[in-house]
């Protein structure tokens, strides 16, 4: 059949299938196919830098348009990864430099990105048009400006909570004036301050411009000279919003907001002063996103503006809304997709805000179409989360983090476990789960049972023994992401599913019972797996085998054992001098 | 689960004045502490955190009818948060006396914490004075007495 099917024909139904999952099954189907796919396949998603590296990269995919490449697991974000870890993107940004000249888009996210490797990409791409950096450290301003300086066909730079050395605020002028193709600046992460006319001059010049989001630096007075050079803005974040109350501001900004047609999604509101909120009445109902997890306001205020957004669909705040403005989001947001409540205060036992179980009840009763929820609280219970699993049977992703470690249900002091076990059983389609709170092995036991879609699954302060950890990888077949902390899991589990590790992407455990003598084994026996602990205690020699180690990182890769790990890192189990060359 | 039930509790150790049972009182503070000591917990991430919050506090002064409020995030410390009560009351001085224990100052500054305890402002490092401070309190030194902050006794 292959033979009769032209190559052109098989490459043009190819190019409709832009999802990497499709792409890497159409791969596997045969040698033509194969062939075929990684001849046209200009997208590349690499979700562990570490399980594949540039030279395999390249010899497999000739024309790459389009890289995205993640470091550090996910709980490097809680400060749970030492520094020095790895995850560097400068060895690989060589190897593209030299094999892709006309690579046009770099996405990263937890990589350690230096001003050297923005320096090389901003000279090497003459056609480079995006560069979105996620989570990742270690360049300087130094590197954006010569992104600024040299990237003259750039579309995108986008800056999401990245820890930049902030030098000045200079880089942005230098963005020559002749540069008009900018479709999207985010420096919400940055601390100095931009030269304002330099901003103005640049927004001014880029009739593309669809998303615009400031720092703090840049004053609310100032908003409205930024926004009327451009009314055509679709995602605009504010910087500091913050301002004595002035009549003639007030309208100033009002009505620039009103002109802003387009207008679909908001951001920033740091430090807010509310009586400047309302003027953002007049688009309200234009708002498809919001994100108030900076303003640091009450209830009254927040629940005034959600209350006017009919067309909502996704609610990013903090738990200064409380339960009434909750309410509200219920009553008001009938379009609402997703829902994310960030605490004001994580790190205090006891709050005046008055945000429990009942708000996330409530939204999940009056949103029929939420399918994503990320709420952090003080309290929850059984109940709650038996009406919430049958509220919304499509929830995909429902990640809960109760503050307080191992708390119970507070009506009945009972573990969490059928809860979060009718999550798991009324929501088919759940892909993503955190838990959090009093768990036993049971609620491993439903997820085991139940959770055949899990995607990814985040524990901590859980569970009671090695069965919990067992149900969970022998029972999730679509598992690739698990990251586990102080949970009483050992060895057991660990080895008697060893070749499970290898259908996933990642496992990472922390504060555990895992063995240096089980990762030892684990690391010889698995010659696809890396077995990396992490283990910073300076007498770390001379801890016996079957001592617990600090920290695990397992995780599948075709690249063997990596060289450019910190001394507090060992490969376990992999002769040091030997590579595991099985490309 | 463990041997609470069991009479044991007389035999645990504990850090406290003895007879002083306190056993729901300590472990209600150990509690609010306890979050604060788990690296990582609550996962909020990093970035998120160092967001400044406004932290006002109210503040009361001997003879003043009027209460006003301070914002403790915008003080970077002690001798800041002393010139802004004398900015908001006039109390002149204040800021050093915190600082030197000098009995220079007329007046005296101190602070409910959050187990409701009335504390001598200054003390403490400051990052733990700005989360334990509920409300603050500007007194006249000679009606003091009774709080033994005095170095020398009259």
Redesign the interface.
């Known amino acids: 059949m292959t033979s009769s099917f032209p190559e052109e024909v098989l490459e043009h139904v190819l190019s409709f299938l832009t999802s990497q999952t499709d792409r890497n099954a159409v791969s596997l189907v045969c040698k033509t196919w194969y062939e075929t796919d990684r001849w046209c396949r200009n997208r590349i998603f690499v979700g562990n830098c570490y399980a594949v590296n540039p030279r395999i990269l390249i010899r497999r995919f000739p024309d790459v348009k389009s890289i995205e490449l993640k470091g550090k697991p996910h709980f490097a974000d809680f400060n749970l990864v030492p520094e020095g870890w790895g995850g560097y993107v400068y060895p690989w940004v060589v190897e593209l430099a030299r094999a892709y000249p006309s690579l046009e888009e770099i996405r990263l996210k937890r990589m350690v990105v230096t001003d050297e490797s923005l320096e090389m990409v901003a000279k090497s791409f003459n056609n480079f048009k995006v560069l979105v950096l996620s989570s990742c450290e270690g360049f300087s301003t130094d590197g954006l400006a010569a992104i600024a300086a040299n990237c003259r066909n750039l579309r995108v730079l986008d800056l999401r909570e990245c820890e930049v050395e902030d030098l000045s605020g200079h880089w942005l002028s230098h963005f020559p004036d002749s540069f008009t193709s900018l479709e999207s600046l985010n420096m919400a992460c940055l601390v100095s301050e931009v030269s304002f006319s330099a901003l103005e001059r640049l927004v001014a010049r880029s009739p593309n411009l669809k998303t615009l989001k400031l720092n703090r630096t840049v004053p609310l007075e100032k908003l409205s000279t930024l926004l009327k050079r451009a009314p055509q803005l679709v995602d605009f974040g504010t910087g500091a919003y913050s301002a004595e109350f002035r009549p003639d501001v007030y309208s100033s900004l009002a009505g620039v907001f009103s002109a802003c047609k387009n207008l679909k999604s908001l951001s920033g509101f740091w430090d807010v002063t509310p009586a400047y909120l309302p003027v953002i009445n007049n688009v309200c109902s234009q708002l498809t996103s919001l994100n108030l997890s900076y303003a640091t306001t009450q209830s009254p205020d927040l629940t005034k503006i959600v209350s006017q957004c009919c067309n909502l669909q996704r609610l990013v705040v903090l738990d200064y809304i409380e339960d009434t403005g909750l309410n509200t989001v219920s009553l008001s947001c009938k379009d609402l997709r997703e829902l994310v409540v960030f605490p004001s205060d994580p790190f205090i036992g006891d709050v005046d805000v008055q945000l429990t179980e009942h708000g996330l009840v409530a939204v999940s009763e009056g949103c029929s179409k939420l399918h994503s929820i990320l709420y952090f609280c003080r309290q929850m219970s059984n109940s709650a989360l038996i009406q919430i699993s049958k509220n919304c049977p499509n929830l995909t992703c429902f990640r809960l983090c109760i503050i307080e470690p191992r708390a119970p249900d507070y009506q009945t002091l009972e573990p969490l476990d059928t809860g979060f076990g009718s999550i798991v059983q009324n929501c088919q389609h759940l892909t993503r789960l955190s838990m959090s709170g009093l768990l036993t092995d049971r609620v491993f036991e439903y997820i085991g049972t139940y959770a055949k879609n899990l995607d990814m699954l985040s524990i901590a302060f859980a569970g009671d023994s090695d069965l919990g950890l067992h149900y969970v990888l022998s029972g999730c077949d679509r598992l690739r992401k698990l990251e586990i902390r102080d949970c009483p899991f050992g060895d057991k589990a660990l080895l008697a599913n060893a070749s499970k590790l290898e259908r996933m992407r990642s496992l990472w455990m922390s504060s555990c019972l895992v063995s240096f003598g089980a990762c030892k084994l684990l690391g010889r026996k698995m010659p696809g797996l890396n077995v990396e602990v992490i283990d910073e205690r300076e007498n770390v020699n001379s801890i016996p085998e079957y001592a617990p180690v600090e920290k695990v990182y397992i995780y599948r890769t075709v690249s063997g054992q990596r060289f450019d790990a910190p001394d507090f890192v060992r490969i376990m189990g992999k002769d040091k001098d030997a590579v595991y060359n099985l490309s | 689960m463990g041997p609470q039930g069991l009479g044991l509790e007389i035999t645990e150790l504990r850090l406290g004045l003895p007879g002083a049972g306190g056993g729901g009182g300590d472990e209600r503070s150990e ?6 000591t ?12 160092k ?1 400044e ?2 932290v006002y506090v109210k503040v009361s002064m001997d003879g003043a009818p009027i209460l006003r409020k301070v914002d403790l995030s915008c003080c970077k410390g002690y001798l800041e948060l002393g010139m802004a009560l004398e900015k908001l009351f006039g109390c002149y001085g204040i800021g050093e006396a915190m600082n030197e224990e000098s009995e220079s100052c007329e007046y005296i500054a101190i602070y409910e914490d959050k187990d409701g305890d009335w504390m001598l402002v200054g003390d403490v490092p400051w990052a733990m004075f700005t ?1 334990t401070c509920k409300r603050l309190r500007i007194k006249r030194r000679s009606y003091s007495n009774g709080i033994g902050l005095h170095r020398t006794n009259n």
């Open positions: 509690k609010k502490r306890n979050v604060n788990v690296v990582g917990w609550p996962p909020v991430c990093l970035y998120r955190q967001v919050r406004k989360e």
